[in-house]
């Protein structure tokens, strides 16, 4: 009778177990993490950038944005930023960053995030950044340069003029 109760008990604890071992398992999968959107979509060198993600799952405690920027002529990245990424609303979460690299082609960044005491790293993306808009860049259109240019030579005419 004893034997029997004790091998009762054993199935009990080793079946309760199981069933906790399995709860565990299903409630700490990993959180998702869902499209990573820049805000402007192809920043310029040295521009503030806002960077959101929506991220799904249980027991998000910390969730930062590691970023690269690169110029990938040259072969060169500047050392990652680690930055962290604030809760805007519900499951969004949000940082800016303002690039710090002049030379800068490309940015690639990630997400790494804790969850239940581990952290986890998404996958890797790549943005080109756009030269447009940079302050070393014309428009083609005329601009003081033509003035001074036009004064100059009125000041020529009426210099010869006055010679004459």
Known sequence: MKKKLCSLIFTYLLCLFLFLSIINIVTAADPTVGEIKLTPTKPTPQSDVTVSS??????????????????????????????TMNKKSGNTFETTVTLQWEDA???????????????????????LLSTTGSSNDSNGSPGF??????????????????IK
């Open 54 to 83: 929506d991220i799904s799952g249980s027991d998000v405690s910390k969730v930062r944005l590691i970023i690269n920027e690169c110029n990938k002529q040259k072969g060169i990245c500047l050392a990652s930023r680690n930055i």
């Open 105 to 127: 082609t490309s940015i690639t960044y990630h997400i790494s995030l804790e969850s239940y005491g581990k952290w986890i790293e998404y996958d890797e993306y790549t943005t």
């Open 145 to 162: 340069e033509i003035i001074v240019f036009l004064i100059a030579i009125i000041g020529f005419v009426i210099y010869v003029r006055k």
